[in-house]
C-alpha cells in the first residue's frame, strides 16, 4: 500500500458525460500528480499541483481540469467523455515539488466511456 | 518537455539470464532518474533511482548506471525471475523540475 488513495476503482459511463476522480495523497505530501495510461501505452503526464497551486501542465486536455483543496486532496475533472477517454488514470503524491523526491502511485481509476 | 525514449519495447529472457533497458533524455539539467516496474492493471512502483551525482546504483538484482554526458540510463536486472515480469518504465523530470516524463515502458517477459 503506497498510501495514496484513488476512488472510485473503477467508472462506467456514457459518452457526453462529466465525471470526477479523486485522489488522497500520503500524509504529509504536498505535490499530487495525475497521469493517463490508455491500453498498452506509456504513462501520459497530465498535471501537478503543489500545495493547492497549479505547478505544471502536460498534455492536458481543455475537457479536462484539477483542482487541489486545503486538506490536499485532488479531483480530476473530465467533461464531454469521449470513447478514447478510456483508460486508467493514476495519482501520485510526493512531499516536495522538485524531482528528486519519490513519487507514490494510487491503485487508479479505470475509465471506461461507452 | 523532457523527451524520455526507452528500449526495448518488448524483452524475453530465460530465467537466470540478465536483462537490461536503456534509456535516453534530452534535458541536460535532468538529476534525478527513477525506475518504475508495473504489474498487469496495478499501480507502478518504485524500485530503484539514481541521481546525477553518481554513476551507478545496485540493489541486490537491480541495478541502474547513468552516463550523463551520453544522457542515457539503464535498467541491469541480473539472475532474472518470473516474478520480474512486468512492464518497467523509466522517468525523467521536466524542464520545470516539477513533474515526471515516463519512457515508453518496456515488456519484460522471464521464461521459466
Known amino acids: 500500500d503506497s498510501g495514496v488513495t484513488q476512488t472510485p476503482k473503477h467508472l462506467i459511463t456514457a459518452t457526453g458525460q462529466r465525471v470526477t476522480l479523486r485522489c488522497s495523497p500520503r500524509s504529509g505530501d504536498l505535490s499530487v500528480y495525475w497521469y493517463q495510461q490508455s491500453l498498452d501505452q506509456g504513462l501520459q503526464f497530465l498535471i501537478q499541483y503543489y500545495n493547492g497551486e497549479e505547478r505544471a501542465k502536460g498534455n492536458i486536455l481543455e475537457r479536462f481540469s484539477a483542482q487541489q483543496f486545503p486538506d490536499l486532496h485532488s479531483e480530476l475533472n473530465l467533461s464531454s467523455l469521449e470513447l478514447g477517454d478510456s483508460a486508467l488514470y493514476f495519482c501520485?503524491?510526493?512531499?516536495?515539488?522538485?524531482?528528486?523526491?519519490?513519487?507514490?502511485f494510487g491503485q487508479g481509476t479505470r475509465l471506461t466511456v461507452v | 518537455g523532457e523527451n524520455v525514449e526507452q528500449h526495448p519495447s518488448t524483452l524475453s529472457v530465460q530465467e537466470g539470464d540478465s536483462a537490461v533497458i536503456k534509456c535516453t533524455y534530452s534535458?541536460?539539467?535532468?538529476?534525478?532518474f527513477p525506475w518504475y516496474k508495473q504489474e498487469l492493471g496495478k499501480r507502478p512502483q518504485l524500485i530503484i533511482d539514481i541521481r546525477s551525482n553518481v554513476g551507478e546504483k545496485k540493489d541486490q538484482r537491480i541495478a541502474v548506471t547513468l552516463n550523463k554526458t551520453a544522457k542515457h540510463f539503464s535498467l541491469h536486472i541480473t539472475e532474472t525471475q518470473p516474478e520480474d515480469s512486468a512492464v518497467y518504465f523509466c522517468a525523467a523530470p521536466g524542464l520545470a523540475g516539477n513533474q515526471f516524463y515516463f519512457g515508453t515502458g518496456t515488456s519484460l517477459t522471464v521464461i521459466p
Open positions: 501520485a503524491s510526493s512531499v516536495a515539488s522538485g524531482p528528486r523526491t519519490e513519487a507514490f
Open positions: 534535458d541536460s539539467a535532468s538529476n534525478y
